[in-house]
């Protein structure tokens, strides 16, 4: 295997368009912001039933995938397997990037977000949202290490081991606290479960791999570089296993439940009377999401095994984001049960399912927060040496 | 920058001494007395109680919804605009027992629990509870983030969706922030009853009895001991200062 | 020369708003006269320490639930709030005639407190913004309303 080259991708015209797009999103998610801060939250879709929409499932969704985008990296210093090397530094500006614009979307959302200098200094400590602030922060900063050990040629190889060992382990108690935010919830039916962490874990596996396939195959194909076939095909099979993962932690979550007689309302609503949800969950989670990308990376159809990866990337975010919504959404959507055994009815809403339209304005913020993760990892592979030039099926080993 | 200011006799000790007798002449039997407090005590919230409210469920009559306005006009919560969107710190709830068809209805509001799930998830500590049980939002802190409002097993906190103005000078609500029933803690600090209570008493079904839950000869305890009652969601063991009786 | 011109402009920009705080000058803030008797830490303490005073306080009243000290917001009103000449009513904090905004919008610091708080003394009907009340065009106008916004934009044309 010869010596890996890393160098900055060109700017191409086809770059610079792409730049300009995403710049126009930013701007929109901007005005939006603008917006919602001048006149209040009475201008988005969100209420005091679905107190968390959109904005918080596309913030969850690029948290999520951050935290697995480092997952190559850590294939490749952790388990020792030398493949995926090259496709470490890449793995950790994603990382980053889809962290950072996560983190805004969320911050942007808040009530409050002049007030984010309080969130940052004030902490109760008993909450889970606090302990994921210094989470957050700390991973950027972690990866950060992480990828200035790999790059900075002063520092010895020896390294990149612990430095990516602590990101790996990092990353778990992130992705196990981002679960929790949910898990940890009494209140709702559709939450109150230890299996929310490793559920997210799973998620984040397949999800933050599904988006570094895409980035990496855009980057490469803008700048002409090749992938070896084969590489693509390992990235495929990885996909379909994380995919596996998920589906399995899924199946047990409802299964629990069913077997529950005080959760058969929330699994009514979500399996089968739920409406948007309902067909979210089975149409787009499970088939779109899950069974459709495993069929195609192990159905062994003929078409390349780029375009078969890259295609599962697709279904599997598409089918990330419902997961999302469903759970995020789908879990306010369905009313709380204070009054067990009894038909309940108030001005407050009790006892109805909540209705939700998401707003232009909330849309407008989380695809602002999608844009700022690609710019700035197109802005990295612009001025930074992270993506490799060598990648061909002869220098694949391991 | 640590303060160091200069003491002032004048203005503040002068009024701090004077108001403590103004407020035992001005307003025998209703203020501090009627709570068995000292003029000390009056000036700070007190460790040794628990305020807490009993609503007898018999008593509250279905089509009355008295407390719901006395709430309203107190702490100027009236919303306009989307019913959803609007703040809501109590409701009347109608409910319809599924098995055997008997319908009672029900106010309610912020449980003010012992262990609060809303002040174990609020990330700046905004959500807290006051040694005498209260449980409140410091809207200094408050970032808006909602996530109390995912925790409250009541859907007890209500979010302001636009700007206020015309607030009520006791009870200051900002856009973006949380809030949610007080127990009327301006009130309950002079002496003096929750609004909703007040409000039940005059309309004459005297459902709710607002008192101090660790005095044994509060009406309050008395009644609590008198009859079988029960906290919401009592699976959860939130230990809440409200209880109903006769549900 | 370049040099004594550029210490004189720093010493220009540290001098002036210092001799503005006194009214030395006449483009400082004019900042309305307050009825009643002067505090009696003198109004350079206040105009520096108003805020840490009102925070320290803030968290006694709000957490502690002591109620007895006497420095609250509402209080200031007592002594600090502007009439409109006309009208004869306290103006809110959405005019720039505001006790607090005089100073403030002088120097670029966002007053927080009367985004929850109200600026008036109690008792007043402050009116709400009116494009906020545009937000009631969901429900309808009344007659009443609908005359007041004409009346507003053919004012202010």
């Keep these: 295997m010869e010596r890996t080259i890393y160098r900055e991708i060109k700017a191409t015209q086809s770059l610079w368009t792409l730049g300009i797009i995403l710049a126009a999103l930013i701007a929109a998610a901007g005005l939006s912001v ?304 204070i009054f067990p055994g009894y038909e309940v009815s108030s001005s407050f809403f009790d006892g109805e399912i909540a209705n939700y339209s998401p707003s232009v304005y909330e849309l407008a913020l989380g695809v602002g927060g999608v844009a700022i993760a690609l710019i700035a990892t197109g802005v990295a592979a612009k001025v930074l040496r992270i993506l490799p030039t060598n990648l061909e099926d002869k220098n694949l080993e391991g | 920058m640590k303060l160091d200011r200069p003491e002032n006799p ?118 807290f509870k006051r040694v005498d049980g209260i449980v409140l939002v410091d809207k200094h802190t408050c970032i808006g983030c909602r996530y109390c409002m995912m925790a409250c097993p009541f859907k007890a906190r209500s979010f302001v969706h636009e700007p206020t103005t015309n607030q009520k000078e006791h009870a200051p609500r900002g856009n973006g922030t949380v809030e949610s029933c007080t127990l009327c803690v301006h009130r309950v600090d002079e002496g003096r009853v929750p609004a909703c209570v007040e409000a039940c008493d005059a309309t004459g079904n005297g459902a709710m009895i607002f008192g101090d839950l660790n005095d044994p000869e509060s009406d309050i305890s008395k009644a609590l001991a008198a009859y079988p009652t029960t906290a919401l969601r009592a699976d959860l063991d939130l230990n809440q200062g409200v209880r109903y009786a006769n549900f | 020369m370049k040099r004594l011109l550029a210490i004189l402009g720093v010493f220009l920009a540290v001098a002036l708003p210092a001799a503005a705080e006194d009214g030395l000058w006449k483009y400082g803030p004019s900042v309305p006269a307050a009825t009643g008797e002067p505090h009696p830490e003198g109004n350079k303490y206040m105009r520096k320490y108003h805020m840490e005073m009102m925070k320290h306080d803030r968290d006694l009243t709000m957490r502690d639930g002591n109620r007895s000290i006497e420095a609250s917001l509402k209080e200031c009103f007592d002594c600090h709030t502007v009439k409109d000449e006309e009208t004869g009513d306290p103006v809110t904090y959405q005019d720039e005639r505001h006790f607090c905004r005089t100073c403030h919008d002088f120097a670029a610091v966002k007053v927080d407190c009367f985004m929850c708080h109200r600026s008036t003394p109690e008792g007043f009907e402050e009116p709400s913004p009116l494009h906020s009340r545009l937000l009631d065009l969901r429900d309808g106008l009344s007659d009443a309303e609908a005359t007041e916004i004409a009346a507003y934009l053919a004012e202010n044309q």
């Excluded at chain 1, 201008?43 to 985008?69: C, D, E, K, R, Y």
């Excluded at chain 1, 299996?195 to 984040?204: D, E, K, Q």
């Excluded at chain 1, 598409?318 to 919504?325: D, E, I, K, N, S």
């Design chain 1, 34 to 337: 603008l917006y919602v801060e001048h006149n209040g939250h009475a201008v988005t879709g969100m209420n005091n039933q679905i107190v968390w929409g959109l904005p918080h499932v596309f913030a969850i969704f690029l948290i999520v995938a951050a935290s697995g985008a480092l997952n190559v990296a850590s294939i490749a210093s952790v388990f020792n397997n030398k493949a995926y090397k090259p496709l470490s530094r890449l793995s950790g500006v994603l990382a980053i990037s889809l962290l950072v614009g996560g983190l805004l979307v969320l911050v942007l959302d808040l009530g409050r977000p002049d007030r984010l200098l309080v969130a940052m200094t004030t902490f109760n400590f008993t909450s889970i949202f606090t302990w994921n602030i210094l989470l957050y922060t700390g991973f950027m900063a972690i990866v950060a290490v992480y990828l200035w050990v790999q790059m900075d040629r002063s520092v010895h190889p020896k390294y990149t081991k612990p430095a990516g060992l602590v990101a790996f382990v990092w990353r778990l108690i992130l992705t196990t606290g981002t679960g929790s935010i949910f898990g940890w919830l009494v209140a709702r039916p559709g939450y109150d479960a230890a299996i929310m962490a490793p559920l997210f874990i799973s998620m984040s596996f397949a999800l933050g791999l599904s988006v570094f396939i895409l980035v990496l195959m855009t980057l490469f194909r803008m700048d002409g570089r090749n992938i070896s076939d084969a590489l693509l095909k390992r990235l495929g099979n990885l996909l379909a296993l994380f995919v596996a993962a998920v589906l399995y932690f899924t199946a047990v979550q409802h299964f629990t439940n069913l077997y529950a007689t005080e959760h058969s309302g929330i699994e009514t609503f979500i399996l089968s009377e739920g409406g948007v949800y309902t067909t979210l969950f089975w149409g787009v989670q499970i088939v779109i999401g899950s069974l459709l990308p495993m069929a195609l990376i192990y159905g062994g159809t003929p078409a390349a095994a780029g375009t078969r990866a890259a295609l599962a990337s697709v279904l599997v975010i598409v089918g990330g984001m419902a997961q999302l919504y469903v759970i995020i959404v789908g879990g306010q959507a369905y009313p709380l049960e």
């Design chain 2, 10 to 127: 004048s203005r503040r000790n002068f009024f701090k001494s004077g108001a403590a007798a103004v407020t035992l002449t001005l307003a025998p039997g209703v203020t501090v007395m009627a709570f068995g407090g000292s003029p000390a005590a009056a000036g700070q919230a007190d460790a040794g109680k628990r305020w807490g409210l009993m609503i007898d469920v018999n008593k509250c009559a279905s089509d009355c919804t008295a407390c719901v306005s006395a709430c309203k006009t107190e702490n100027g919560w009236e919303g306009h605009g989307d019913p959803e969107q609007a703040a809501q710190w109590i409701r009347k709830v109608t409910l319809k027992d599924k098995a055997t068809g008997h319908e009672t209805s029900m106010p309610v509001m912020c449980q003010h629990c012992e262990e609060p799930p809303c002040v174990d998830v609020c990330p700046t500590g905004a959500s």
